[in-house]
């Protein structure tokens, strides 16, 4: 069990400026032109409404800005279904963006050592996730309305600078630790892991370097002093990003296997064949990232464990062998029978008889005739982003309908539709009361693999919901007519209120000094009060491998290893503890307890909340 060690001295004698005086300063800033609006109902007491248990140091005008509390995301949950009606849109833009900030913030205070580059209590994969959850949230910052636009260069030194210079700062110290990570990530030993792990690399430093390109265009690149451009000094470092990129990216396609199921990506190569959603997933999403954003790479150095013949040949933006990859694995995927009868994907296939392949046994039917019928949150959530890419570069709307009908399978089987979310606890499919939930939350059995999934969902549910593309302005293959765009964010804009309710559930299980837990639905629930028996039932299916260790047996390990752990990750380090007196009852203190996976679950689902209601 891994044991948070505690600050230092001057650690914490730093805190009170660092964090919240500069946060204070950025949302008086974003907040300065900005009237707060308030709902007529009653506003229900929670911890987004209440001053107490808040930051003991933080400026007092803070708490003041609306009459009760700055950091309010919305009012009362049962009217968010109905809040384009009430006026809940406009009421929510003052607060979302401090709410992103300062759980990014507190990940990052927290859990990031500058000196190492890395969340030292991550694990390698995580560790990736988070930091693509970093540049994604410094993109929606530097999109934000209340980010001055102007460069420094062309204002004159008659206007106030404060505005820019201090979203600049924030941008700049949150990528510097982007960069330190870079050198602090575990690249070496994640050339020899499962290739799902691979895949989490390329989708992160993808992310990174649509960032800089983002942050360079919006605030550098128009002409400045003597009609010059002036690029972002970041840019300098995206050819390395992109290595790293392509590197993985290369070593996971070594996992493409055509002698079993006619295709489709085989989860790791330590263990028998198993092929899963995610990694094919990531698959897809990354192959068509890489023919999207990925820049190109003169970089010849090979950086591979079974590079033989030299340096690498140069490769050019937007290759189409990047593209057809993608069409292929999504076709594989598609015709997979790898979704239930609620519409979700369940875990994987099998191969009925495999024993060791061709070269030493059987391959069995050849055919991925068993089906683990587990499901995870993050296997409804990678396929979008790649789902949105593939409409991207081809302009085939299949790929957004397909998306679209996975998003309202997922919100149906949350139980949003139901009557009386707050007392409707009964198991939907992938959660319940209109929560996304891991079966393993309410137990507080999480893996660290299971502490990050939900914030992979919002992420790539983030991505696929951004506003299409139209006009002569954007550089991509394809754009979108203005009917569709409409479409699309029609749709898009239904999904918000479900959004919402799943971040005030989430904000609810934040402690004192703001950090989230991972029960998000116990959030929503009464929590002052001990939960009920019934509350931590959850039905038994597939295998959850992901928290409880993969299995010893033969379908899932090889025969000449059967008794080897793949990796520490997928044993849960405690079980559930005893139900606490009510008084003292906090759920997200069990297992695990907050970590900085579920802090990122936290900045992944306020950061959707934030786009989807920055872009209407």
């Given amino acids: 069990m891994i044991t948070r060690k505690a600050p230092s001295q001057a650690s914490c004698s730093r805190q009170p400026f660092s964090r ?12 300065s032109n900005t009237s707060v609006c308030h709902h007529s109902a009653e506003v229900r007491s929670s911890p987004i409404a209440s001053n107490e248990g808040r930051f003991p140091n933080e400026p007092p005008e803070i708490v003041r800005q609306d009459g009760s509390a700055f950091w309010r995301l919305t009012s009362n ?44 209590d991550a694990i390698d994969w995580t560790a990736a996730v988070i930091g693509t959850h970093v540049s994604a949230t410094l993109s ?8 001055d636009e102007s460069p420094v260069v062309n204002r004159p030194t008659s206007e106030p600078r404060s505005n820019y210079t201090v979203h600049e700062n924030l941008i700049n110290q949150y990528f510097t630790q982007l960069l330190s990570f870079y050198h602090g990530e575990n690249a070496f030993a994640l050339r020899s892991q499962a290739y799902d792990d691979m895949l989490w690399v390329v989708l992160g430093w993808l992310e990174s370097i649509k960032f800089v390109h983002l942050h360079s265009a919006r605030h550098y690149t128009s002409s400045g002093v003597n009609n010059q451009t002036s690029p972002w000094y970041a840019a300098q470092f995206v050819p390395a990003f992109a290595h790293r990129a392509r590197i993985f990216y290369d070593l996971a396609s070594k996992g493409w296997d055509t002698s079993l199921c006619g295709g489709g990506m085989v989860w790791s190569p330590y263990l028998a064949p198993y092929k899963n959603a ?29 590079a033989q013949d030299g340096e690498l040949p140069p490769t050019e933006p937007h290759d189409p062998k990047y593209l057809e990859t993608a069409i ?25 008889g495999w024993r060791g392949g061709n070269t030493n046994g059987s391959t069995g039917s050849g055919r991925c005739d068993i089906r683990d019928e587990k499901v995870y949150t993050y296997n409804q959530g990678v396929i979008l982003s790649g789902m949105r890419g593939l409409w991207e570069a081809t302009g085939a ?8 009908r996975l998003i309202r399978n997922v919100i149906s089987a949350t139980g949003w539709h139901d009557e009386d979310l707050d007392d409707r606890r009964e198991w ?14 309410a137990r507080g059995a999480c893996s660290q693999d299971g502490q990050t999934f939900k914030g992979i969902f919002f992420h790539h549910m983030t991505a696929f919901c951004a506003p299409l593309p139209v006009g002569q302005t954007e550089k991509v293959p394809f754009k979108a007519s203005m009917a569709l765009q409409k479409s699309h964010q029609q749709s898009c804009r239904q ?12 904000y609810r299980t934040r402690d004192v000094d703001g950090k989230y837990g991972t029960w998000w639905t116990y959030g929503l629930w009464h929590s002052d009060a001990a939960p009920e028996d019934r509350d931590f039932e959850m039905p038994i299916e597939g295998t959850d491998y992901r928290n409880y260790g993969v299995p010893k047996n033969s379908l899932w390990r090889l025969a000449h290893d059967p008794d080897c752990q793949l990796n520490d990750r997928f044993i849960p380090e405690t079980s559930s503890s005893p139900i606490q007196p009510q008084n003292s009852w906090d759920p997200n203190v069990r297992g695990r307890g907050r970590t900085v996976e579920t802090q990122s679950g936290g900045v992944a689902v306020l950061m959707a909340l934030f786009r989807l209601v920055e872009v209407g």
């Avoid at 995927?333 to 191969?351: E, P």
């Avoid at 499919?429 to 996304?436: D, P, V």
């Avoid at 918000?496 to 971040?503: K, L, M, S, Y």
């Fill in 428 to 441: 939907a499919g992938i959660g319940r009361s209109g929560i996304l939930e891991e079966s393993c939350d």
């Fill in 397 to 404: 709307q299949n790929y957004l309908d397909d998306g679209h």
């Fill in 77 to 120: 949950l049962p009217h968010w279904r109905n809040s384009a009606e009430n006026g809940g849109q406009s009421a929510l833009s003052s607060g979302i963006l401090p709410a992103l900030v300062d759980a990014l913030d507190v990940m990052q205070s927290n859990y990031f050592e500058i000196w190492l580059g890395n969340w030292p």
């Fill in 20 to 31: 919240y005086w500069a946060l204070y300063f950025v949302l008086l800033l974003i907040n």
């Fill in 140 to 147: 929606a910052i530097t999109r934000s309305d209340s980010y």
């Fill in 495 to 506: 999904y918000w209120p479900w959004i919402r309710h799943n971040a005030e559930a989430a």
């Fill in 328 to 352: 292929k694995a999504y076709r594989w995927l598609d015709s997979s029978n790898m979704t239930n009868t609620k519409g979700l994907y369940v875990d994987g296939f099998h191969i009925q």
């Fill in 278 to 306: 995610i990694t094919n997933q990531l698959y897809i999403t990354a192959s068509v990232g890489m023919y999207l954003y990925f820049p190109g790479d003169h970089n010849t150095s090979p950086f591979m464990r079974d």
